[in-house]
């Protein structure tokens, strides 16, 4: 089974307007650490926001949000204001607690923000 | 400047020449890892180490060797590369305190090509 999916290959949004990017994530383990991860055209990958299992608010950075819902293994990307400089690959990512060391990476999805 | 330096960026070779991409990290990290990228697959683990001489396989071990002799390097092998391997490679690392919230810095990537 995925340890990570995103079912959204592909997703367009109007600048200045908000956008969710979906993660659902499979794990018996309760503890684990949730990541979003963004790849520009340029190919880096920018490291965006964290959510762990035991965190009990959800967490945000900037205009990154993340909507942890545990009960659903969900853990979706908001993001708010939209820029043309937010089109890009975007990759939500999962580490298991009780390896603690493997890191699973969803297939991503390419986020187009249209003026 | 922190940062995790990759050679080479670009390889091109041919199927069976062995052949080694460099990993680096300036910031004293314990935990380093490599990925491959594909298209539709996202990225996925193929070694990672926890710290000097301890290395493990991740999801995608096949083809692949490493070797952790010291802290900052983090070398990926490959012994008789084949044209499956051709791909975009990541090198990673993160700090091992504080236990898994802890992001990976990720290097530029090396595109292979196995001809």
């Known amino acids: 089974a995925q340890k990570i999916t995103q079912t959204q290959p592909g997703m367009f949004v109007q600048e200045k307007e908000a956008v969710t990017l979906d993660c659902t994530y499979d794990?018996?383990?309760?503890?684990?650490?949730l990541f979003w991860y963004k790849q520009p055209s340029s190919g880096e990958m920018i490291f965006l926001i964290y959510?762990?299992?035991?965190?009990?608010q959800n967490a945000t950075e900037g205009r990154y949000s993340l909507n942890f819902q545990k009960a659903r293994k969900s853990a979706n990307l908001v993001i708010s204001a939209s820029q043309l400089g937010d089109s890009a690959m975007y990759f939500c990512?999962?580490?298991?607690?009780?390896?603690?060391?493997?890191?699973?990476f969803g297939t991503g999805t390419s986020l187009t923000v249209i003026p | 400047e922190a940062q995790v330096t990759q050679n080479p960026r670009y390889l091109i070779t041919v199927t069976g020449k062995k052949l080694t991409v460099t990993c680096s990290q300036n910031?004293?990290?314990?935990?380093m890892s490599w990925y491959r990228q594909d298209p539709g697959l996202g990225l996925r683990q193929i070694y990672y180490s926890m710290n000097v001489e301890v290395t493990d396989k991740g999801d995608v071990p096949e083809g692949y060797k490493v070797s952790r002799k010291e802290k900052r390097n983090f070398p990926l092998i490959l012994e008789s590369p084949s044209p499956n391997q051709t791909s975009l490679y990541f090198c990673?690392?993160?700090?091992?305190?504080?236990?898994?919230?802890?992001?990976?810095?990720f290097g530029p990537g090396t595109r292979l090509t196995v001809l």
């Open positions: 910031m004293n990290h314990e935990y």
């Open positions: 990673a690392s993160s700090s091992g305190q504080g236990g898994f919230r802890n992001e990976q810095f």
């Open positions: 794990t018996s383990d309760p503890s684990y650490g």
């Open positions: 959510q762990g299992s035991y965190d009990q």
């Open positions: 990512a999962m580490r298991e607690g009780h390896t603690g060391n493997q890191f699973y």
